[in-house]
Nanobody, 124 residues
Framework: QDQLVESGGGLVQDGGSLRLSCTAS????????LGWFRQAPGKEREFVAW????????NYADSVKYRFTISRNSAENTVYLQMNSLKPEDTAVYYC?????????????????WGQGTQVTVSS
């Protein structure tokens, strides 16, 4: 079964930290690119970060750069998103996504597999 399963969301105070996890299975297991997107109420889904298993390169949205870190356990095909210095504007549903291509992308339409999402709420 091709799927991505996220975990680790929750409620945290302004300035706090959370770590999200996403494990891939099936055809999503062998994809080069694993990434994170988020969607806040009333807003479009936006790119957060991606990790390329081939060369371990990463890319981040400007809004999360230097606060969030994406990492990957290739043996288990699990990708993590460590989120530090969280702000209320980080509140959203966070989605894990997998892209078959070896080239990273910030566009949600370029990803073939998606998780169900996990809620992150940052209180002020």
């Amino acid at each position: 079964q091709d799927q991505l399963v996220e975990s680790g969301g929750g409620l945290v105070q302004d300035g706090g930290s959370l770590r999200l996890s996403c494990t891939a299975s099936g055809r999503a297991f062998n994809t080069a690119i694993l990434g994170w997107f988020r969607q806040a109420p009333g807003k479009e889904r936006e790119f957060v970060a991606w990790h390329n298993r081939r060369d371990t390169t990463t890319n981040y949205a400007d809004s999360v750069k230097y606060r969030f870190t994406i990492s990957r356990n290739s043996a288990e095909n699990t990708v993590y998103l460590q989120m530090n210095s969280l702000k209320p504007e980080d509140t959203a549903v966070y989605y894990c996504a997998a892209r078959v291509s070896m080239i990273g992308s910030t566009k949600s339409n370029d990803y073939e597999y998606w998780g169900q999402g996990t809620q992150v709420t940052v209180s002020s």
